[in-house]
T-cell receptor, first 111, second 115 residues
Framework: AQSVTQLDSHVSVSEGTPVLLRCNYS??????LFWYVQHPNKGLQLLLK??????LVKGINGFEAEFKKSETSFHLTKPSAHMSDAAEYFC?????????FGSGTQLTVLP | GAVVSQHPSWVICKSGTSVKIECRSL??????MFWYRQFPKQSLMLMAT?????????EQGVEKDKFLINHASLTLSTLTVTSAHPEDSSFYIC???????????FGSGTQLSVL
């Protein structure tokens, strides 16, 4: 069975400072991992995905994530937050065609 | 916490038949629901946005006559795959937004296999 834990339900950062959104997973095999963003009243937008290629994955809008098998983590980072990054972020694990979503992390960016 | 129930979790059907997938918000009213599709090892693709009491808004490239969406109440949206073909085999998942748009919840998904 697979599971996803997003360790922080809310994260607040100041504009221009680094962002770290944490995600840990458990999976029996080699999963695919995704980060999605949801802006208010919108559907999901894919930020990046890991599918057993390079462990450091670069996504859109300056986000990146590193797959660490030993730590079963797939944390999302960005060097410098922008006001437009304020949204909810979901970590998702996919294995054998089954998706499991994390509970989400609400990112607030302070001016 | 809020729960979104999606049914069935998997379905196998013959080519040419229609399949209905239900998405229910169990303890909140969802004015907006989303339907996604995912191919193996690919990302989710938004198919349509479903608003209660109005016609769904389909994403570009999604056939509205093939993927019928009905959002007849604040707690139920359905996706009907009409005249299904093997290329429609996929994982379909719904999500629902709470009334004020502050939180998005996901169904558990439906694996559709068309023979």
């Amino acid at each position: 069975a697979q599971s996803v834990t997003q360790l922080d339900s809310h994260v607040s950062v100041s504009e221009g400072t680094p962002v770290l959104l944490r995600c840990n997973y458990s999976s029996s095999y080699s999963p695919s991992l995704f980060w999605y963003v949801q802006h208010p009243n919108k559907g999901l937008q894919l930020l990046l995905k890991y599918t057993s290629a390079a462990t450091l994955v670069k996504g859109i809008n300056g986000f990146e994530a590193e797959f660490k098998k030993s730590e079963t983590s797939f944390h999302l980072t960005k060097p410098s937050a922008h006001m437009s990054d304020a949204a909810e972020y979901f970590c998702v694990v996919s294995e054998s065609g089954q998706l499991t979503f994390g509970s989400g992390t609400q990112l607030t960016v302070l001016p | 916490g809020a729960v979104v129930s999606q049914h069935p979790s998997w379905v196998i059907c013959k080519s040419g038949t229609s399949v209905k997938i239900e998405c229910r918000s169990l303890d909140f009213q969802a004015t907006t629901m989303f339907w996604y599709r995912q191919f193996p090892k690919q990302s989710l693709m938004l198919m349509a946005t479903s608003n209660e009491g109005s016609k769904a808004t389909y994403e570009q490239g999604v056939e509205k006559d093939k993927f019928l969406i009905n959002h007849a109440s604040l707690t139920l949206s359905t996706l009907t795959v009409t005249s299904a073909h093997p290329e429609d085999s996929s994982f379909y998942i719904c999500s629902a937004i709470t009334g004020l748009g502050e939180k998005l919840f996901f169904g558990s998904g439906t694996q559709l296999s068309v023979l």
